[in-house]
């Protein structure tokens, strides 16, 4: 392992923090996702040799003391994973902001000889935790002076170590992208608005959605955005004093447009302009008393904190447990208290206070009415979903478009296509591209089947009303064909030039990566491919170069997901059973890695890392050792290619026949129920704002490559681009660029960043008794972050 090392990797030695007592609690309200945070810093504080400690209900059991601060072990966090809430308990307490209730729980900490602990909680809980760091010194002056502590015991302890991790379903703390919840949170509400709308599109009814936000309108904008709601009331950018008449007019044009059912989501902080509470009910009562429309409320409540954890709360709780562990052994007398936060696709340490001191500004912004600067200091991703959502709810396109300058815009022809299997997001994609060209003056046609459909002459013209109703929609309305365009340049050229498009858009996968790089590769020889051209990469596989996250990927592992869950729960009750199951994602293995590691996975074999017999005999060996200490159920993962020999049928027969006596195994091939399914809110709200990107992409090089005579002409290898994701950013790579990271043979990208998580999956899976190896090297997630919040 040694000659693999890499600048950018850091060798984890087990037990090399031997004897350290840490402890891990989780305060304020519950968020899903929370279990998987509680088990990654339980087991990775196992590996490094710690005394690991529960502290049960939050800062109440650290005052109490006694039976709420227990040691825990490996299998202490056994099948804790897919359980929503947190399984350790969290509640307020007043004692704590007290400094008698801090003296009580400093002395239960030294007790037990913990001087490092991990906050799973909000804002308001990381302060506490702060001023309890900042105390420290003089709470053990004040214990030794009354004999509650001894001399010795106050040497020991003399410094305490604390690191945060944000559990909140708000999205509510600046400094991270994300926080542990939302996104189980936003799946709550879309299954529940998917739910409505059947009902609302049956009796024409208009439909009021309550969710929370008392402070934050994230999951107000992102739920809106990924249910084509109609309207939106949030704290941040509050409607102005007269919304009334501007919602009632919206409704009442919609309805004579002839939409039959309308959506209005209220967070539960929503205020007018003036600062005024605005409620479901206010809404109602002016749907009702100004259109006589047929009128519910459906207040979510408590069912956006429940349920299991998305695949994505998962994984994020995995990587932040294990960070913050990793943070706390490397802290040192002068560290500054940090939050492990997500950077982008970055678990990053951020300082806390910091970003306690900026979410606190954003409070003040607010109060101080000053809604623009609020907006701004949620961030961009904040800002952009609510400037996206905006646009896509205008009811009609202007009769007149103008461009930034007043001046009137010719509108271009664009077209859009897929290009291989079909994914969830294609078709919010689709809806976002049409609407957003329309809105600009633009005509935009629609594909369909793929290369064989442009051939044949399937095109049609795309109007505004063609895409509602579109966003949660699985699978691909337009059609969508594996076929190349290899040996038909001539055909696929002449359709171009007949319906004169200007600009094109291809979703897909690795087929669309390809067959846009073949067309462009083309355009010596045919003047019709001298256009821009961009693709959107779209697949389960998550196999595209140039992009952290394809579209799809994310709905094709939450099914992956629910799948083992359910599978696993099918064995509840039958003594000790293995289920081995086959993932797609050709040679790809990035389904059966983070589905392992959401699922809590024993192992999960792929074609990027080799493993031979001696590989599956320790992993027999593994979860016999596992079984015979309690564990009742096994999960072993393989991706569909990891290898040739050793298939999905060897590992079971190997598992069902050394396992003979203590366990029994079971195979399951998932196959395409992984393509289907509704879209998730990532890859809804991923759809709708890069296929608005591309819009404005594709005029740029439109307006930069116009000739006099009005045709376009694209010589520069920028303007056949993929669109991807890398790191935070939305980054448009040439495709000719790609050439040099893409493994044509595997059809895979020769460098992929979740290849990293891969040390995390084994040491969060493994028993103590099954390692051999001493220590492993994990990838250092970018420079760590301990400047200014930007």
Known sequence: MAEQKEESQRFIERGSHKGKGIAVFTSGGDSQGMNAAVRACVRMGIYLGCKVYFIREGYQGMVDGGDNIVEANWASVSSIIHRGGTVIGSARCTDFRQREGRLKAAQNLIKKGITNLVIIGGDGSLTGANL????????????????????????????????????????????????????????????????????????????????????????????????????????????EVNWPDALCDKLQQERNAGQRLNIIIVAEGAIDREGKPITAEDVKKVVVDKLQQDTRITVLGHVQRGGNPSAFDRVLGCRMGAEATLALMEATETSVPCVVSLDGNQAVRVPLMECVEKTKAVAQAMADKNWELAVKLRGRSFERNLETYKMLTRLKPPKNAFDADGKPVEGLRLAVMHIGAPACGMNAAVRSFVRNAIYRGDTVFGVHDGIQGLIAGNIKEMGWSDVTGWVGQGGAFLGTKRTLPEGKFKEIAARLKEFKIQGLLIIGGFEA????????????????????????????????????????????????????????????????????????????????????????ADAAYIFEEKFSIKDLQQDVYHMASKMAEGVQRGLILRNEKASENYNTDFIHRLYSEEGKGLFSCRQNILGHMQQGGSPTPFDRNMGTKMAAKCVDWLVAQCKQNM????????????????????????????????????????????????????????????????????????????????????
């Not at 004040?142 to 944000?166: C, F, P, Q, W, Y």
């Not at 355009?523 to 389960?540: L, Q």
Request: hydrophobic letters at 40%; aromatic letters at 8%.
């Open 132 to 239: 309890f760091r900042q105390e420290w010194s003089s709470l053990l002056d004040e214990l030794l002076s009354t004999s509650r502590i001894t001399a010795d015991e106050k040497k020991k302890n003399g410094v305490l170590h604390i690191v945060g991790m944000v559990g909140s379903i708000d999205n509510d703390f600046c400094g991270t992208d994300m926080t542990i919840g939302t996104d189980s949170a936003l799946h709550r509400i879309i299954e529940a608005i998917d739910a409505i709308v059947s009902t609302a599109y049956s009796h024409q009814r208009t439909f009021i959605m309550e969710v929370m936000g008392r402070h934050c309108g994230y999951l107000a904008i992102v739920a809106a955005l990924a249910s084509e709601a109609d309207y939106i009331f949030i704290p941040e950018d509050p409607v």
């Open 513 to 600: 990566y390809h067959a846009c790089g073949q067309i462009s590769d083309q355009r010596t020889n045919f003047p019709e491919f001298a256009i821009p051209m961009v693709v959107v990469p779209s697949t389960i596989s998550n196999n595209v170069p140039g992009t952290e996250f394809s579209l799809g990927c994310d709905t094709g592992l939450n099914e992956i997901t629910e799948i083992c869950d359910r599978i696993r729960q099918s064995a509840q009750g039958t003594k000790r059973r293995v289920f081995v199951i086959e993932t797609m994602g050709g040679y790809c293995g990035y389904l059966a890695t983070l589905a392992g590691l959401a699922g809590g």
């Open 707 to 790: 000739q006099p005579d009005g045709t376009v002409k694209c010589t520069g290898q920028d303007s056949a681009c993929l669109l991807g994701i890398v790191r935070r950013q939305y980054r448009f790579t040439p495709l000719v660029d790609l050439i040099s990271e893409t493994n044509f043979e595997q059809r895979i990208p020769k460098k992929q960043w979740w290849l990293k998580l891969r040390p995390l999956l084994r040491i969060l899976a493994k028993h103590d008794s099954a390692y051999e190896e001493e220590g492993m090297y994990i990838t250092v997630e970018e420079e760590q972050r301990t400047d200014a919040i930007a």
